[in-house]
């Protein structure tokens, strides 16, 4: 969904490497989310965030931080990047109801 | 613990046939099911969502069926098409709106 955009798109970076992941949306959703998804696995929650005082952690979020700098702003970080964190990480977002709307992914890779 | 999760990884289906892609879930406390379509590439992307008190809810081309006695949540598609290739999630959710996601049935159409 063009209105979810996330930079980067693709990222090689080196064990021991601070990432930082971004998420733009034009949706004025309050609600925020970030995702990790393995190969042959589902989406698992990382953070999420209602509003911009309001920061969750979802049911992963050891050896992850995130940062909601405004209402359309949500940036996801790897302090110090391992190789299992290897993975498509996914930013969402929300307003009233279930659905939620998702950004085109970053593909991330911890050497 | 508590999970959704897919029958099966894979299913092949003839161009013009109709797809069933099944779901069990165990969470009873959810209220929402929702299902996701990802393309190779691209975010997951809505396509139909139904709340627990209902046991059918039909969109374009496609319906959902919720048996809450077993547990057991459907996607049918009708006319099976080339850009119905794709990978399928289920999700569930409570009224937190935190998405739990089943692992996913990869769809084949074949021509």
């Known amino acids: 969904d063009a209105d979810v955009t996330q ?24 609600r925020m989310y970030w995702y990790r998804q393995d190969p042959g696995l589902g989406l698992r929650l990382i953070y999420y965030s209602f509003d911009v005082k309001d920061i969750n952690k979802g049911e992963i979020s050891d050896g992850y931080s995130v940062s909601r700098q405004a209402q359309a702003k949500f940036s996801l ?3 110090s990047a391992i ?19 998702f950004g085109p992914g970053t593909r991330l890779t911890v050497l | 613990g508590e999970s959704v999760g897919l029958h ?3 299913l092949s289906v003839q161009e013009g046939d109709n797809s069933i892609i099944n779901c069990a879930y165990s969470n009873s406390a959810s209220d929402y099911f929702i299902w996701y379509k990802q393309e190779s590439g691209k975010g997951p992307q809505f396509i139909i969502d139904i709340r627990s008190n209902m046991d059918k809810r039909q969109g374009q081309r496609v319906t959902v069926l919720l048996n809450k006695t ?14 119905d290739s794709a990978v399928y999630f289920c999700a569930e959710t409570t009224n937190d709106y935190k998405l739990s996601f089943g692992a996913g049935t990869t769809v084949t159409v074949r021509a």
Do not use: W
């Not at chain 2, 077993?70 to 850009?83: M, R």
């Open chain 1, 7 to 30: 930079t980067p798109r693709n990222r090689i970076t080196k064990t021991g490497k601070r990432i930082m992941l971004e998420c733009s949306q034009t949706k004025g959703h309050d």
């Open chain 1, 77 to 79: 970080s790897l302090e």
């Open chain 1, 83 to 101: 190789p299992n964190q290897t993975a498509l990480y996914f930013c969402a977002t929300a307003s009233r109801g279930p659905e939620q709307f």
């Open chain 2, 8 to 10: 099966l990884p894979t």
């Open chain 2, 70 to 83: 077993v547990k057991h949540l459907s996607l049918q598609i009708a006319a099976t098409q080339p850009g």
